[in-house]
């Protein structure tokens, strides 16, 4: 007799054809027939559900031993809060979730969202820093400049030419040639 998804754990000596087919035997498992039989006389084809094992790890944990007995068919609605469907293949989404369902983002998108953002954050970043950068060439030359007209009242208040001891020959050299 076939054991069913919820009698709990499978016990026994698995079917042979629970392992691959060898390569000689490819054109035979081809046959539909042999096929669908293989797969509807072995128990390990449908595997038991996630809740039929957890619900064994659950009772083991409370009481301390093995639970013999029938397995409720599903667990209590509440019981797994944040697990989607996927995961829980055997089971139907509760009746309030089932109107709308919550599609979980595929890798793909999540990527390109993420590189969509990075590459936004790192625009944003770059333009920021350029800014930085001439604001503080611009600060640098105002405070220089500024330095430089007061170096020039201070000079001329004391009759220094800061050209050191150059004659006005070589100032007139440098400027006409």
Not at 37 to 56: I, M
Not at 90 to 105: G, M, V, Y
């Amino acid at each position: 007799m076939l054991q069913s998804m919820h009698s709990g754990r499978m016990a026994g000596i698995p079917f042979a054809s629970s392992f691959g087919a060898s390569a000689k035997k490819a054109v035979e498992k081809k046959l539909w027939s042999k096929c669908t039989w293989r797969q509807y006389l072995n128990p390990y084809g449908a595997r038991p559900s996630f809740w039929v094992s957890d619900f064994h790890h659950r009772y083991l944990i409370k009481t301390g031993k093995d639970y013999t007995g029938q397995i409720p068919m599903s667990p209590p609605p509440g019981t797994y809060q944040t697990a989607n469907y996927k995961e829980l293949k055997n089971e139907l989404p509760q009746r309030d979730t089932r109107a709308l369902p919550i599609r979980p983002s595929l890798a793909r998108t999540v990527y390109e969202a993420g590189v969509e953002r990075q590459s936004i954050e790192h625009r944003a970043g770059a333009k920021e820093a350029r800014n930085r950068v001439i604001r503080r060439q611009e600060e640098y030359w105002k405070f220089f400049t500024t330095v430089q007209r007061e170096r020039a009242k201070w000079c001329k208040k004391n009759q220094i030419r800061s050209r050191g001891v150059y004659k006005p020959v070589i100032d007139a050299t440098e400027i006409w040639g």
